[in-house]
């Protein structure tokens, strides 16, 4: 597989894991219009939607811790397809939900299979692509599910205005019926049933592939020379290392996409501003989540996973900075974008390229798997620290929140140094 050209069948597995990967995005970030229309409709208020919010991240660290298991016991494609069942027929219920607590209920189901989806995707995406290309795949990834945001954010302006909140939750829900039923075409990943000795189903996924790329080590422009990988091979590290180093990322990008952009919308409308023009800002500076896969398109070949995650942190800190102290509408929304846009490179960079590159194939979805569950838990305390925060400090309070773990993934970074640009994940592992 690592010898490989990209081909048909690579864009095919692309397509349906993309797809799947893209609506829940959607899902996730439904939570910010959908609270902001809940507190302006009535039906719940802050605090009541840090609860929501907070029972969505309990489902999301449950299906994350289970997701990684399953999906390394019984197989990739049944751990992805469960999960995507279990968010469509929860997001139906959720649409009619009858009160708050019922709603909250479904989300929490719903955060089950939502927290499956991004611990599978790319780790499962990566166990298919050649090294020289597994980076601009995961970016191409990222970039997808990055427009969940502003795919949710622009959906919401008008749906919400216009029809109300439960119609964010059918849309979701129907297509990822649609891409359920599409994805029971995708083939198990061959390094999978390799681990599990199951030899002639991994030798028949392979030849699938180079049917349509017959190449070998050999004749591979592409592919590393021995020199070249003694070259990158780094010390080794033990298992609780690479789960630190995975999981103090995971949670950093988590508490900058859950402790600040999910509470954009909330954020203006607590401030006095209607909930169709919060949404609408919400929209412009939600740009910056694609905007933040395209930079890490532009840049995962150039720059070394490490480089481009301590670069970024650094980035996002005069940004937080600024963004609070601004004053007008305008300046509001363009630094915004830049910060999400920031943001967005960094969570492209470490979920869909560096986290799932770090564990062997033995352990890779557990392992992706405990960094997303502690990231989850994180989450689930963040919405109450964030309404705290936001009622006693202002915009402040959040966004220095969102510093400091900026800097507490570069320390980590430092300290722990695993490279992971450009090799092998039996290299790697």
């Not at 997808?144 to 622009?154: C, D, Q, Y």
């Not at 681990?195 to 699938?208: P, S, Y």
């Not at 481009?308 to 996002?316: G, R």
């Not at 830049?338 to 390229?353: K, Q």
Request: aromatic share 12%; glycine share 10%; charged share 10%.
């Amino acid at each position: 597989m690592d010898a490989l050209t990209t081909n048909r069948e690579h864009k095919k597995l692309f397509a349906y894991i993309g797809a799947g990967a893209m609506i829940d995005a959607y899902d996730v970030y439904v939570a910010a219009g959908v609270s902001a229309a809940l507190i302006s409709t009535g039906f719940a208020g802050v605090h009541e939607i840090a609860i929501f919010m907070s029972m969505t991240f309990f489902g999301m660290l449950l299906g994350a811790a289970t997701a990684g298991f399953i999906g390394d016991r019984f197989g990739r494609r049944m751990s992805y397809q469960l999960n995507l069942l279990i968010f469509a027929i929860a997001g139906f219920a959720a649409a009619f939900a009858p009160t708050f607590e019922f709603l909250v209920g479904t989300r929490f189901i719903m955060g089950i299979g939502l927290g499956a989806e991004l611990v599978l995707a790319a780790a499962i995406l990566g166990e298919f692509v050649p090294p020289h290309s597994r980076g601009r795949w995961t970016a191409f990834l990222g970039i997808l599910v990055n427009s969940g945001l502003l795919f949710a954010s622009a959906i919401g302006a008008v749906v919400i205005s216009n029809f109300g909140w439960r119609w964010m939750f059918i849309i979701g829900a129907v297509l990822a019926v649609i891409v359920w039923i599409a994805r029971k075409r995708c083939p198990e990943s061959p390094r999978w049933l390799v681990v599990k000795g199951r030899l002639k189903e991994a030798q028949a996924v392979v030849e699938q592939f180079e049917k349509l790329s017959p190449t070998t080590l050999k004749n591979n422009p592409h592919a590393p020379t021995a020199e070249q990988t003694q070259s990158k091979v780094t010390a080794r590290r033990p298992f609780w290392q690479l789960a630190i180093l995975g999981t103090v990322v995971a949670v950093g990008v988590n508490m900058f996409v859950y402790g600040f952009i999910s509470w954009m919308p909330t954020f203006f409308v607590e401030q006095g501003i209607d909930v169709s023009h919060s949404l609408g800002y919400t929209t412009a500076m939600a740009l910056g989540a694609p905007g933040g896969g395209l930079v890490c398109l532009l840049l995962i070949n150039r720059m070394n996973r490490r480089t481009a995650i301590i670069a970024f942190s650094i980035i996002v800190i005069p940004l937080g900075l600024a963004y609070a102290a601004a004053q007008s509408i305008v300046l509001i929304v363009i630094i915004g974008l830049l910060l999400v846009t920031a943001i967005y490179t960094l969570v492209t960079f470490v979920l869909y390229s560096y986290m799932p590159e770090l564990y062997p194939t033995r352990y890779r979805l557990r392992g992706t798997g405990i960094s997303y569950t502690f990231a989850r838990g994180a989450s689930i305390i963040v919405p109450f620290v964030m309404s705290g925060l936001f009622v006693t400090f202002g915009i402040f309070g959040p966004i220095s929140f969102v510093c400091s773990m900026a800097v507490c993934m570069i320390v980590v970074v430092l300290l722990i140094p695993v490279e992971t640009r450009g090799r092998s994940l039996e290299d790697i592992a």
